[in-house]
């Protein structure tokens, strides 16, 4: 369990964040206190009526008084009319541009540390703590706001009225906050529990989705729910304890309600017994107690909304601590590009094994390579480190450009003078990758391809689905381009939705071209033609292909076997 942060270090995150809808917030303010005047206006017209109907009162005619009263119930009704579409437009606005910004910023973040955290949780924090937040900066603390506003202003009113009563009302007050200091940490605690409990449901629920055909084929149905169950058997009880715990306080408080309303109550109708009050001040008493007691029974409900809001802020802080990546301008260099590791170590976190030891290597501009060896010896983890995707422990990857032009075989390019550059996110508009497996998104064909280059031409789109070998089934499909895929390109075969992903990537206008086994659901057939047309129309491109297939090694013109270290 993580330490709960401090209240100033939650605070300030507020504040912050807060300066971003600080208008809908002051709206909801204003709104809000508009009603707070206008439901003490509507009890003073309410006893201004009745002195008036039982002559205590003749100030005006019961004619103006009803007026009076009319107009205010409409004032009430516009203002409720205003705060909904006030929640309805700026509302939405407000949690859409909150997870946009969180949303960018999680795509910019260090994609090693961005991976300690499961996709589900993530989703979670965005969808549920987002909302929380932002209900919560303008909604919860304007209506905290007016709901003190109302205590303060039925207070005064009752203590012109009679101050005495008052003061034995707001007696209770000492008993809330005795009640809501005893259990908020704790509050804080089985609240943090319950939303993370929260997040690994749906964790469970999304991963579960996603691989139902592992599931099915594995005959791990049972097991799926079985460890449904134990989360949500966790979250109940994490529920009840929570809920246990809070009994105590609400029952307490309900009590002391009941208390002060009875003694105003008594108070009031012996009051009109002995002739020292109106039936209309009576009435105005009883309403009176209601709109003191009704915002001490607001406050007791805030604590624990006050306690979800610190949770969210506190889980959305952790993600903002996720380093982001360094916000460099593009860095693009003229093909032909070759890439140098000098004496690179990497290891995903201190304690596990080293992936690369003192590793060493050279692309050469233009160069064709095989890289082959056996699972875990790096080939993966290589071609991260080339993306800076991951950065190296120790040791350094540098992009070089070939101050000649010259591919390799066109010549000996001189080093003596060639532009290298550490390789960086900035670097990595140098590349175009294929990764392993099923890469496409929900959506047409046509729009796949369309993320390798969103400017490309129709020509360009035919050209590259040629060479990919995938022209000929995409022009058979119904709809062509416009087919559309399902998530994980459902609806196309694996060979068909490997090749659409070479198609795309071969869109991208990047000198070094990385293939991660992106042949190994084809047939050798077809993988022979994708090969030979990527090689022939590679131009001055560094290609780098990972496999474990021997048709690559034929187009390849430096071969790297990579061993796995020992621990």
Not at 359 to 364: D, G, I, K, L, V
């Amino acid at each position: 369990m993580k330490n709960l942060r401090t209240i100033r270090q939650l605070v300030a995150w507020l504040w912050k964040t807060w300066h971003g809808y600080q208008t809908q917030a002051v709206l909801n303010t204003v709104v809000g206190l508009l009603l707070v005047a206008a439901d003490l206006a509507f009890v003073w017209a309410t006893k201004l009526a009745i002195d008036i109907a039982t002559h205590v009162n003749q100030s005006v005619s019961l004619r103006q008084a009803i007026v009076l009263l009319s107009a205010i119930i409409v004032l009430q009704i516009l203002l409720g009319v205003a705060s909904r579409w006030i929640r309805a437009i700026l509302g939405v606005k407000a949690k859409n541009r909150e997870q946009a910004v969180l949303f960018a910023r999680l795509l910019g973040s260090k994609w090693q540390q961005l991976k300690q955290h499961h996709s589900g949780h993530l989703l979670n924090r965005i969808e549920i703590d987002v909302a929380g937040i932002i209900n919560f900066l303008t909604e919860t603390l304007p209506s905290f706001v007016c709901t003190l506003v109302q205590f303060v202003g039925a207070f005064l009113f009752l203590f012109w009225m009679d101050s005495t009563l008052a003061c034995i009302i707001v007696c209770i007050i000492p008993v809330f906050l005795i009640c809501s200091r005893l259990y908020v940490r704790k509050m804080r605690r089985l609240t943090h529990d319950v939303r993370d409990t929260e997040s690994r449901i749906q964790a469970i629920l999304q991963e579960s989705l996603q691989h139902t055909l592992v599931i099915k084929t594995l005959e791990q149905t049972a097991g799926a729910l079985e460890k449904l169950g134990v989360a949500h058997r966790r979250l109940r009880g994490e529920i009840i304890t929570k809920t246990k715990y809070s009994t105590v306080s609400s029952t307490l408080m309900s009590a002391g309600f009941a208390v002060g309303y009875m003694v105003t109550f008594v108070w009031g109708v012996v009051s009109l017994e002995a002739g020292a009050i109106t039936y209309g001040a009576l009435i105005a008493f009883i309403q009176l107690v209601g709109q003191i007691q009704t915002p001490v029974r607001s406050l007791t409900k805030y604590i624990p909304v006050f306690i979800s809001a610190f949770t969210a802020g506190e889980r959305l802080m952790e993600l903002e601590e996720i380093p982001q990546e360094e916000s460099e301008e593009r860095h693009p260099i003229a093909a032909p590009v070759g890439i140098r590791l000098e004496h690179v170590h990497f290891s995903y976190t201190p304690e596990s094994r080293c992936i690369l030891r003192d590793f060493t290597h050279t692309f050469p501009p233009g160069s064709i390579t095989a890289i082959v060896g056996e699972t875990g010896s790096g080939k993966t983890t290589l071609i991260r480190l080339l993306l800076a995707l991951a950065q190296p422990t120790s040791g350094a990857v540098h992009l070089f450009a070939d101050p000649s032009g010259k591919a390799v075989g066109q010549g000996d390019a001189s080093c003596s003078s060639e532009q290298s550059v550490p390789a960086s996110p900035s670097t990595r508009c140098n590349f175009a990758y294929v990764p392993q497996g099923n890469t496409l998104l929900s959506g047409t064909i046509r729009e796949n391809l369309l993320m390798g280059n969103p400017d490309a031409t129709e020509l360009e789109m035919t050209e590259a689905l040629h060479t990919a070998a995938a022209d000929g089934f995409v022009a058979r499909l119904p709809k062509g381009l416009e087919t559309l895929c399902g998530e994980m390109g459902d609806g196309l075969s694996e060979g068909q939705a490997q090749r659409i992903a070479i198609a795309r990537t071969l869109l991208r206008k990047a000198p070094i071209l990385l293939l991660d086994e992106a042949t190994s659901s084809l047939d050798s057939e077809t993988e022979r033609i994708v090969l030979q047309r990527i090689v022939e129309r590679r131009g001055n491109r560094t290609l780098i292909f990972i496999t474990h297939r021997p048709e690559v090694l034929k187009y390849a013109t430096h071969t790297l076997h990579l061993e796995r270290t020992p621990r």
